[in-house]
């Protein structure tokens, strides 16, 4: 379930990117914006795209380790810790 939402999420930002870039070069070939202005907007856009990854990816991590711990299970640490104390 958590990949079907992964890839569509970035299913979706691959749309929006190919719809932003369209729509982008459409303004470029009427004349109300330069190829250095469209650039310009991608490389923010895609920058504050990166951005938001990093808070959804920190975030989800977080979630992840939360429900870990509410549940009750064992993490990759506490059984390296657990051969230690048995040996």
């Given at each position: 379930?958590?990949?079907?939402?992964?890839?569509?999420?970035?299913?979706?930002?691959?749309?929006?990117k190919?719809?932003?870039?369209?729509?982008?070069?459409?303004?470029?070939?009427?004349?109300?914006?330069?190829?250095?202005?469209?650039?310009s907007?991608?490389?923010?856009?895609?920058?504050?795209?990166?951005?938001?990854?990093?808070?959804?990816?920190?975030?989800?991590?977080?979630?992840?380790?939360?429900?870990?711990?509410?549940?009750?299970?064992?993490?990759?640490?506490?059984?390296?810790?657990?051969?230690?104390?048995?040996?």
């Amino acid at each position: 379930m958590l990949k079907d939402v992964l890839y569509t999420g970035i299913g979706a930002a691959t749309l929006f990117k190919e719809h932003v870039e369209a729509e982008l070069k459409k303004l470029e070939e009427r004349g109300k914006l330069g190829a250095s202005d469209a650039k310009s907007v991608l490389a923010s856009l895609e920058a504050r795209g990166k951005e938001e990854d990093e808070k959804i990816k920190t975030r989800l991590k977080t979630l992840l380790k939360e429900v870990i711990d509410e549940v009750g299970i064992a993490t990759k640490a506490d059984l390296e810790a657990l051969k230690k104390e048995l040996k």
